[in-house]
Every structure is written in structure tokens, then in C-alpha cells.
């Protein structure tokens, strides 16, 4: 991975390319997002529902599929981006800092949105998030019950009440990707071509919205368990 950023970034890839990628891939990442809150949303139906949907998701696609390729394909997608998104991110850092190489002596107090100061950090964050979520509700190896047919008791389990911190780690994360997504999604609509004033409001509002209805949509699952309106 290092070395093939070192190859882009030493080669005349643009940095309006390496922009387009980070937008579309940002993109694919965020209609996941979309489709997994559905999913998870699908818990407030019941623990029926919820397993099936599960189960559903690896079936998707056969017979002309083999079972769980739909999923694999996905994986491999998801992946994909998050590579190239990473990627793009850190060849655009360095040449940025390149073409600045003596810091600024006085760094301006207020430097750009909290949101944009803070994407770098704000991403590893998401990442580190993301590895402990998939060892958890994925393979279930840090889970409690870790039942790969009953994600339904997965979930419960996991944000019981006394292990309030796993419900704080996953508010953490959760608000992290909001912020991220905030001026990810902002920044996507500047380079996939928005260019006006009246745009870049509209863009800034959608931006919120789009992020407001992630994080809310998220954390409601968590927090339904441990106020025992999910159990
Ligand atoms: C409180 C919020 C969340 C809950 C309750 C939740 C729940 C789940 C569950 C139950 C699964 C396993 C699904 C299955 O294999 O049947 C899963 C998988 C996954 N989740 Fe989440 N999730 C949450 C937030 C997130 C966030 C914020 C992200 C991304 C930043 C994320 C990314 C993923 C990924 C990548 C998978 C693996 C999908 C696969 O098997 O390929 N989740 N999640």
C-alpha cells in the first residue's frame, strides 16, 4: 500500500484526479452507510425481522450467485474505496505540505471548520472503529454471545447496561463519523462540481442533514438497548 502511494504521489497523477477519487469513493462509502442504517433500523421491527434480514443479506443475488458472493463482491467493493479513499487522502497531505515546507510560525487560531481541521484524525478514528465493530458484530470474537445466526442477540448483548462503555465507544465513533461525513460530503460536492454561493449553502445544509440523520439513525439502536426499549 506504501509503495503504490510513493509510485501515485511521484507520479503526475493530478491532484483534481486524486480529488475525484476521494469523492467517489467517499461516495460509495456513505450509500453504505445509508443502506446499513436501514438495516440496523430493521431491529425496532423485532428479532424476527432483524435475523432474517441478516440472513437475507447472504442470499442476495442466488441462485445466479453462490451463497454470500453478493456479500464477498461488497466487501471487496467497500475495501476498494476505503484504499483508495485513504490513499488519495495521504498523497494530497503531502504534496499540500510539500508545496508549504516551512510551517507556518503563527498558525491562525481559527483554521478552517472544526470538521476540516480534524479529518485526518477524524478518519484513523472511523478505521480503528470500524476493525473493532467488524470483531465484534461480524466475526463476534469480542462480542458476549457472538452468534453469527442471532445478530439480533448480538446487538442486545453488546450494549447491555453494564457495559456502558461499549455504547460509549460506539457514541464516540458514531460522532466522529457525522463530523467527517459533514465536511466529507461537502467537500465531494465542491469537487464533483458545485460552484456557487447558492450551491455551496445548499451543499452545507445537505451536508448537515445527511449527517444529523446518520448519527441520530446510528446511536438510536445503542441507546434503545440500554433504556431497555430494545431487549
Ligand atoms: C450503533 C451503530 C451500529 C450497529 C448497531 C451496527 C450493527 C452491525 C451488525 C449487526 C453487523 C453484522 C451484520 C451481519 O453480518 O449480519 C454490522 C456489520 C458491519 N458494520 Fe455496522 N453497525 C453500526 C455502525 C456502523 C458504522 C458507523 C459503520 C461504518 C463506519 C459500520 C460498518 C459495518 C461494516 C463494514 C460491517 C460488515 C458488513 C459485512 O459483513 O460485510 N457499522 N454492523
Redesign the pocket.
Same mark, same amino acid.
Given at each position: 500500500m506504501l509503495s503504490v502511494v510513493v509510485h501515485i504521489q511521484r507520479s503526475r497523477t493530478s491532484s483534481v484526479a486524486l480529488k475525484l477519487l476521494m469523492a467517489v469513493t467517499g461516495v460509495v462509502l456513505v450509500l453504505?452507510?445509508f443502506a446499513?442504517l436501514a438495516? =440496523?433500523l430493521k431491529?425496532f421491527v423485532g428479532a424476527d425481522a432483524f435475523d432474517h434480514y441478516?440472513h437475507w @443479506?447472504?442470499t442476495i443475488g442466488t441462485p445466479l450467485l453462490p451463497q454470500a458472493w453478493y456479500?464477498w463482491i461488497?466487501?471487496t467493493v @467497500?475495501t476498494g474505496a476505503v484504499l483508495g479513499h485513504v490513499a488519495a487522502a495521504t498523497i494530497l497531505a503531502r504534496r499540500a505540505r510539500k508545496a508549504r515546507p516551512v510551517r507556518y510560525a503563527h498558525r491562525p487560531a481559527v483554521q478552517g471548520s472544526y470538521a476540516a481541521r480534524t479529518m485526518r484524525w477524524g478518519g484513523v478514528i472511523?478505521l480503528l472503529? /470500524?476493525v473493532y465493530?467488524?470483531l465484534d458484530?461480524?466475526t463476534g470474537t469480542l462480542n458476549p454471545v457472538g452468534d453469527?445466526a442471532h &445478530?439480533y442477540a =448480538? *446487538?442486545v448483548a453488546?450494549f447491555a447496561l453494564d457495559r456502558w462503555y461499549v455504547t460509549l465507544c +460506539?457514541t464516540l465513533? *458514531?460522532v466522529a /463519523?457525522g463530523v467527517h461525513l459533514r465536511h466529507g460530503i461537502f467537500s465531494a460536492a465542491r469537487t464533483l462540481g458545485q460552484q456557487t454561493d447558492h450551491g455551496e449553502r445548499q451543499a452545507r445544509a445537505a451536508a448537515s442533514v445527511l449527517s444529523a440523520v446518520l448519527v441520530v439513525g +446510528?446511536?438510536s439502536? &445503542?441507546f434503545a438497548v440500554l433504556t431497555g426499549l430494545v431487549s
Open positions: 453504505f452507510l446499513h438495516g =440496523n431491529i441478516a @443479506l447472504r456479500l461488497q466487501r @467497500l472511523v472503529f /470500524v465493530h467488524l458484530l461480524t453469527a &445478530p =448480538n *446487538v453488546d +460506539y465513533a *458514531v /463519523v +446510528y446511536l439502536v &445503542p
